[in-house]
């Protein structure tokens, strides 16, 4: 120890002051902090600083071939990868005017909707552990690991997947995994009530989250605010819906919304997304024995393979709001250009900034948790 | 809508109900790691009886994670394409993506279901890993993320290559084969994993690699500039190469090699004459180095010697017995697979390079060796073979009895001949098919129907002559028998030959692989012909050395004896091409390169 | 209605001096326009057009042509459709105006095209670093930042000699393409 | 670099202590055994999601895969905890705070290296933002490989640690004194001359009695030269008063 340099500061008696929150912080969602300059224990204003996870995927991406950049991108979002994938791989198949088969856009539906459960499974999860609720989280990250074995079986890899590539999927969906997968889902549907017993009718919980965190329907459209955020306010937005991509216009689902617009609403949202993404699953289900045909169409070598020039901006909907993709090439083996536009660099920065004011530093926690932002996707 | 009224109050109790949880079956898992699922991506193996080091794993791989590393005692062929390399693997920087396994051309390489590995900081070598199929520790651990076709990211599959439907072509001399459009070119370029097998399997190492990307990348200049850098004949090799590189193809393990031949004739055909002499001129020394080369034969051997030494500022003149530049290439290959005016552009660009060549002298008769040594600093002699083999059966001598290779030349010379109703050819090698071909050609014109056999020595499985060959020529009505050995020539009591009596072959070689044919002597055919064509072999007439000279040189088994570099015994005595190593226009070239860098370093050595 | 709505953006579009139009399908539109039309376009979108919701704003880097791409993808929930408006900027000196007080989430976009390629936005409420706070070499995202000779240049490689390297060098063998060589 | 250090010997004594250092009383070697064996049924994991790996800490900690069975349980301050996990890629910036967080862990402590980032930059060794070999800044117990490594893998990681610290093999935390110079000058030559903790970790080595000739050497005089008073390492950011929009 150095006691020569502690010295201690004069400063004037006040009840404000700054305190860094993060990012070796339990009550941080991954490796993010804050600033917050407090009085007492309620905030005044907050201050995101990122960059913890910053990798440089956008230019990492540039520099390697558009078929090895499918291994990179679903680092980009660890607990929700698939979206990822399948946005990059949307992206170049309009570059490349690639007609994804049948097949392979049913099988893509049915990876995004197990991601989006397992993604709202660890959500929801998180924010119950901040409120101090750990038995939520045992159960949501346990039943969580059981898509994951599915996803393990389907694509080989259990959290990032690496399946999706431009064109198409990688392999075949294995002999009986339909089946397996419809007892997941009727064993994840038979925890929905458990779930709402011990968290969602919580009267704890409910009044933890009540309030906390709320913004009106103009604020989130004002902030830029997407996905299960928006809907909490009350608006029926999805992209899935309308701005339709693979085979979701031929599924039947319900976009449900709640009014509240606080950190209630949104694990609300969550909750009822399960059951939305289970009823696509079901249907996914249904059909897919019915369509046979290739699961890829033919590409080229992708040692040798120069996507034809021109941009793309392909959307998906994403377990936590609208994903992004802007790829442009100029016809050459690499992109020129990958820009990733997470929903959490909104929510994870302006917003959740926005909504701290006011409240007490230890609903910062569940702000964050209830916006669900992903800090590697903000840093990229 | 929501699915909760949270409004609604809860019973308080209601988080009680999970106490009913005591009374189920715990989740947890065992300690020991679970089986992991089917095809899940760990840790790599590989199959090195299959692999064959082309390291195309090391390029797809995103990370850098793979090096390739030499393993001394495996086989190492560059003819077949293969080499003693194998993929070492980086698991600090390994991210289990599969793209090795998805893209290896040979499908040695595979993931198997084993994921524990834990080191200290001090065993941290065990990181790197040499895959063999026993796996990272030695343990058996099922396959996991594997070879599929699904999942193949190789294109197996050449692009078709038009051709004149047989209808069409089977009485006339045009070019068979259309060649590839650009659109073609660039896929099939594409599908090229520039493993490099070709380089080195190609006996003049032809960039390969360097011009199919270049051809990828809509370069066709750029190609010829990458094909001109080893090869002046590349019009004709891109027509009638024997093409040991695709052979050697990495892609042609499990499918179709990639079309390298046709990519050379596409860049060729893409690019204009006169660039092509411009790319093949950038190079070329500005200095004239007052040395005299005379190179005798006008073959792609001597002339792609010419080539190398003119650029280097070397006065070279070129001697053709013959009226007209190409030598075998010419005389030897039918107008249908390599049309004359392409041979002419390969010969263009190097007498346009300032190579004076003179028709029409034969050495030995209008000048004599002894004026060359005295003339000129280096003599190369690349005169090719230019006299069939007989097979010396009994009525072999008949006048009826032709030598494949004089009747091509015949042929191409326009001299008139008496085409026959009915003929067979002894051989089955791409000479016999060229020579049964044509005269069918002949036969279709004169007679309206084709009356062609083949007879040759190998069965099918064997056969010499390339499988396009045998299937056009079967196309265009010549009949191939294989493994027919040739008996006797028929002659009837006018002295009239009227046909051929072969025997069924046993075997070929003997036991120590010598040529030993022996035949089934209860199984005779007779074919019958008005005319017989020996197509087994040529060889070189040697007249032109003189007595003198010729008792000077040093032979091996009739065959000059050079060293390493083509000189012969003398030192101011080069030789090259098909008269050393045997027919077959890429070596020839290979050799006039090396011959041209002897003679240089001789030069530079002399003065 | 939304076929209605887009027939009408379209004439609109199309009315507009300096503005190229491109409709791709019904959801997506390109539009091309001067970088000093640029901000009265968006506030037309917003206000007129329904646009309010700012979907990204990306910046590429053409250095050929010594300029950047500035992409603003508007949304808007009404017509369900895309207008991705691009325009063109001297990459010297790099300086834009701002489009924070049409679409508040540009701060964002703006804030990381700052620190990313160095181009600054006059009128945006922060300019401060965000991610690279402890990064003081150029901006990274820059064509003319070469990302592998820094790396090589400020880091080193795990230098793996296990024990059947050594064996096989013993032999003759041994590495012969190192991974970085083929790149 | 790694191996320089490798070449550097470690001093004689230590390896005496590393392989059990008899001692006169034997109820003191009971006691040592007894200690060893808690220390390895008590870890306590530090709370910190470096990277992209951290994604499968949750199911190795919850039920399915339960650490606590191990006696390894989370802890959300440095100064009670004694493993670090640094899972997978270290941004530079992350690279200062695992650093600051490992000073800071009382002493044993035992970092393990997950996934391939740890060992020579993975995914990203191309990238100007992350760090590729962590063992040149942190001296590194016990590495699992993997991209990620799964939760069985984790496990199995850790209970490789636990047989280390059992058998007392599990001696990194003193190598990070013995060669502080080395691994300064690494964290030097990344974050600047005038990098400074607030850890004095010289002072730590003379009280553990951990000093060799590689403790002290041209990066800690360097140290010594850039001193100034202690700050904590700053955000750099300036928070605004802002009213709610």
Not at chain 1, 162 to 180: A, C, H, K, S, W
Not at chain 3, 7 to 36: A, T
Not at chain 3, 57 to 77: A, K, M, N, P, R
Request: hydrophobic residues 35%; charged residues 25%.
């Amino acid at each position: 120890m150095r006691p020569e340099n502690y010295q201690a500061k004069n400063h004037p008696p006040s009840h404000e002051f700054e305190l860094n929150f993060g990012p070796n912080h339990p009550g941080i969602e991954g490796n993010y902090a804050f600033k917050v300059k407090l009085n007492g224990d309620t905030v005044l204003s907050a201050r995101a600083d990122g960059g913890y996870l910053h990798r440089g995927f956008e230019k990492l991406m540039e520099g390697r071939l558009w078929i090895q950049n499918i291994a990179l991108v679903p680092r980009i979002c660890v607990p929700d990868p698939v979206p990822m994938e399948v946005c990059y791989s949307l992206a170049i198949e309009e570059l490349g005017g690639l007609e994804v088969p049948e097949r392979a856009q049913w099988i893509r539906v049915m990876q995004l909707e197990m991601s989006r459960l397992a993604a709202h499974l660890f959500a929801f999860g998180g924010h119950a552990a901040t409120t101090g609720m750990y038995t939520t989280m045992f159960w949501g990250v346990a039943d969580r690991d059981l898509i994951l074995d599915r996803f393990e079986e389907l694509t080989g890899g259990r959290v990032y997947s690496i399946y999706n590539i431009p064109g198409g999927v990688r392999r075949e969906v294995p002999d009986g995994f339909l089946e397996r997968m419809s007892s997941l889902l009727d064993y994840l549907e038979s925890r929905l009530p458990d779930y709402d017993n011990l968290f969602f009718r919580n009267q704890v919980f409910i009044k933890r989250a009540r309030d906390v965190g709320a913004m009106t329907q103009e604020q989130a459209l004002k902030w830029g605010v997407t996905g299960p955020n928006l809907r909490a306010t009350g608006l029926a937005f999805d992209v899935r819906r309308d701005d339709p991509y693979l085979v979701y216009d031929q599924l039947d689902f319900e976009i449900p919304t709640e009014p509240g617009g606080d950190a209630l609403s949104r694990n609300l949202v969550r909750r009822s997304e399960l059951k939305q993404s289970i009823r696509i699953l079901r249907q996914v289900i249904e059909r897919l024995p019915s369509i046979r045909g290739p699961i890829r169409c033919p590409i080229p070598n992708p040692l040798a393979w120069n996507v034809p020039a021109g941009e793309s901006y392909t959307r998906v909907e994403s377990s936590k709001g609208e994903l992004a993709y802007y790829v442009v090439s100029t016809g050459g083996d690499k992109p020129y250009r990958v820009h990733v536009r997470g929903p959490s660099s909104m929510h994870a920065v302006q917003v959740l900034e926005n909504l701290a004011v006011g409240s007490r530093l230890e609903d910062v926690a569940q702000i964050m948790f209830s916006l669900d932002a992903c800090p590697p996707e903000v840093d990229r | 809508m929501p699915d909760i009224p949270y409004k609604d109050k809860g019973s308080i109790l209601g988080p009680l109900k999970t106490l009913g949880f005591f009374a189920r079956r715990p989740v947890t898992e065992p300690f020991e790691p679970r089986p992991a699922a089917d095809s899940y991506r760990g840790f790599h193996v590989n199959d090195w009886e299959k692999c064959i080091g082309c390291s195309t794993c090391q390029k797809v791989c995103d990370n850098a994670a793979i090096t390739m590393v030499k393993i001394p005692g495996l086989p190492e062929d560059p003819v077949l394409g293969v080499r003693n390399e194998r993929p070492a693997i980086d698991y600090g920087r390994c991210c289990w993506c599969g793209l090795c396994v998805d893209i290896c051309p040979t499908g040695s390489i595979s993931l198997t279901t084993e994921y524990v590995h834990v080191c200290r900081e001090n065993e941290l070598d065990s990181y790197f890993v040499l895959p063999d199929p026993n796996g990272i520790h030695g343990k058996h651990f099922d396959k996991g993320w594997d070879k599929t076709a699904d999942a193949d990211l190789v294109d197996l599959h050449q692009q078709p290559m038009g051709e004149v439907e047989p209808q069409q072509r089977d009485d006339n001399f045009d070019e068979i084969v259309h060649g590839f459009t650009s659109q073609q070119a660039i896929i099939e370029a594409s599908r090229c994993v520039q493993c490099g097998m070709c380089h080195e399997s190609c006996p003049t190492h032809m960039n390969a690699p360097e011009y199919i990307r270049a051809i990828w990348e809509g370069n066709a200049e750029e190609a010829v500039r990458q094909i001109y850098r080893s090869n002046p004949f590349s019009h004709v090799c891109g027509r009638v190469c024997t093409r040991r590189c695709e052979t050697a193809c990495s892609i042609g393990r499990r499918g179709d090699p990639v079309a390298i031949r046709w990519l050379k004739r596409y860049a060729m055909d893409a690019v204009s004459d006169e660039r092509i002499r411009e790319i093949a001129a950038e190079g070329k020394v500005d200095y004239i180095s007052g040395k005299k080369i005379a190179i005798i034969g006008a073959g792609p051997a001597g002339l792609t010697a010419a080539y190398d030494l003119v650029k280097k500022g070397h006065d070279v003149t070129v001697f053709e017995a013959l009226d007209k530049p190409g030598g075998m290439t010419r005389y030897g290959i039918p107008e249908y697979r390599l049309p004359y005016d392409r041979l002419d552009a390969d010969v263009e660009v190097i007498t346009s390079l300032g190579v004076t060549i003179q028709y029409n002298t034969r050495i030995g008769r209008d000048i004599g060796m002894d004026v060359l040594e005295r003339d000129y600093d280096a003599v190369v002699v690349a005169i090719g073979l230019q006299q069939g083999r007989s097979t010396r059966i009994p009525g072999s001598d008949h006048k009826q009895v032709r030598k494949a290779v004089k009747l091509l030349r015949k042929i191409t010379q326009g001299k008139p001949f008496k085409v026959p109703r009915t003929a067979v050819v002894i051989g089955g090698g791409n000479v016999a098919m060229d020579i049964a071909r044509s005269l069918a050609r002949l036969q279709k014109q004169q007679y309206g129907e084709v009356r062609m056999t083949v007879a040759a020595l190998e069965d099918f499985d064997h056969f010499l002559a390339d499988p396009e060959e045998v299937t056009e020529a079967r196309e265009e009505g010549v009949v191939i028998l294989d493994s027919r050995g040739p008996k006797q020539c028929l002659v009837d009591e006018n002295g009239k030959l009227i046909g051929l009596a072969t025997l069924g072959v046993v075997s070929i070689f003997d036991q120590d692989g010598r040529f030993a044919p022996r035949y089934d002597d209860s199984d005779e055919q007779v074919h019958q012909a008005d005319m017989v064509i020996e197509s087994i072999g040529q060889m070189t007439d040697v007249s032109l050395f003189g007595d003198e000279l010729t008792e000077r040189l040093e032979w091996n088994r009739g065959r000059l004896r050079v060293d390493e570099n083509g000189r012969t015994s003398e030192p101011w005595l080069w030789s090259a091409g098909d008269m050393v190593f045997g027919p077959d226009v890429v070596h020839a070239v290979a050799d006039g390169h090396r011959v041209a860098a002897g003679i240089e370093e001789y030069l530079g050595v002399k003065q | 209605m939304s076929k209605e709505l887009n027939i009408w953006l379209d004439n609109l579009l199309s009315d507009i001096e300096s503005v190229q139009f491109q409709r791709r399908n019904s959801r997506r539109v390109r539009v091309d326009v001067g970088s000093e039309a640029l901000p009265a376009l968006l506030e037309l979108l917003q206000g007129r057009a329904s646009y309010v919701h700012l979907s990204a704003i990306t910046c590429v880097d053409w250095i050929e042509d010594g300029q950047f791409e500035l992409v603003y993808h508007v949304w808007s929930y009404e017509t369900r459709s895309l207008v991705s408006v691009h325009t063109r900027i001297p990459r010297d000196p790099g300086v834009y105006l701002s489009i924070y007080d049409l679409y508040q989430p540009a701060a964002f976009f703006e804030r990381d095209i700052h620190e990313m390629y160095g181009l600054y936005f006059e009128g945006s409420p922060d300019m401060e670093k965000f991610i690279l706070t402890e990064w003081n070499g150029p901006p990274p995202m820059r064509k003319d930042f070469d990302g592998e000779a820094f790396v090589n240049e400020h880091f080193h490689w795990e230098q793996y000699h296990p024990q059947w390297l050594k064996d096989l060098e013993e032999e003759g063998g041994g590495i012969t393409v190192r991974p970085e060589d083929v790149r | 670099m790694s191996n320089e250090l490798e070449n550097i010997p470690i001093r004689q004594e230590l390896e005496v202590l590393q392989s059990g250092q008899k001692r006169t009383n034997p109820l003191a070697n009971v006691f040592d055994g007894l200690v060893k064996f808690c220390r390895s049924r008590s870890m306590f994991m530090l709370h910190y999601c470096t990277g992209c790996g951290a994604i499968e800490l949750p199911p190795a900690m919850t039920s399915r895969f339960d650490m606590e069975r191990l006696g390894i349980q989370p802890m959300v301050t440095p100064r009670q905890a004694d493993i670090l996990l640094i899972t997978g890629y270290v941004s530079i910036k992350t690279l200062k705070r695992i650093i600051l967080t490992y000073e800071q862990m009382g002493s044993p402590k035992y970092v393990i290296g997950i996934c391939s980032c740890t060992v020579n930059g993975g995914m990203y060794w191309q990238s100007y933002a992350t760090a590729k070999v962590l063992r040149d800044y942190l001296p590194v117990d016990v590495y699992i490989a993997g991209c990620m490594p799964r939760p069985e893998a984790v496990i199995s990681g850790l209970r490789e640690l636990m047989e280390d610290i059992s058998s007392g093999r599990a001696e990194s935390w003193k190598k990070y004194y013995q060669h502080y110079d080395y691994y300064l000058g690494n964290q030097q030559k990344l974050f600047g001359e005038d990098w400074q903790t607030p850890t004095d970790i010289i002072a730590e080595a003379r009280h553990y009695d951990l000093m060799t000739e590689h403790t002290l050497g041209e990066h800690t005089a360097l140290l010594e030269k850039h001193q100034k008073p202690l700050e904590a390492l700053e955000m750099r950011l300036s928070v605004k008063d802002k009213q709610k929009v």
